[in-house]
Structures are given as structure tokens and as C-alpha cells.
């Protein structure tokens, strides 16, 4: 089962980060994906956003992960 390996985050036009279905601030994200980190050092995570999210936001996020040592950070895009 490949989703044991990626964890989803996304982003609404509201700047409101959720994970999976959650809504969270974006520090308890983080937590979490480190946490769940330890349990997969393999943890591969995908960030979406709404087509009227705010891309400073999906960035900001991308950053956190990146600034917390997950080298596998990803962009989903929706298609059209």
C-alpha cells in the first residue's frame, strides 16, 4: 500500500492548512509529519492547494517541512 509512504496536505483559498480531511495549524503539522517520520523515515509528503490558494501559503508549508529535514516534498496538481 503505497499511501503507508505519503502523508497529504493541503491548502484552501482561505490559507487554512489540513491534514488529510484535518484542518491544523501549520506547526502541528509539522509535529505530526515528524512524528510520523519516525515511525517511516521513508515518509514521502504531498502538498495540494485549491486553484484560488494563496501559493505564499503552499510555499510557507513546503518550507517548514523542508526547514524540519523532509527531503521529500512534493506539489500535487490538480488537473483542469
Known amino acids: ?3 503507508d509512504h505519503a502523508i ?3 491548502v484552501d483559498k482561505m490559507g487554512n492548512y489540513y491534514l488529510s480531511e484535518m484542518q491544523l495549524p501549520q506547526e502541528e503539522i509539522v509535529t505530526r509529519a ?3 517520520r519516525g515511525e ?3 515518509l514521502t509528503i504531498m502538498i495540494s492547494g485549491d486553484t484560488d490558494a494563496n501559493y505564499g501559503a ?3 508549508m513546503m518550507g517548514k517541512l523542508k526547514d524540519a529535514g523532509f527531503q521529500k516534498v512534493g506539489l ?3 488537473p483542469e
Open 8 to 10: 497529504q496536505i493541503s
Open 34 to 36: 515528524i512524528a510520523m
Open 40 to 42: 517511516n523515515p521513508q
Open 58 to 60: 503552499v510555499m510557507s
Open 76 to 78: 500535487r496538481t490538480q
Open 1 to 3: 500500500t503505497g499511501n
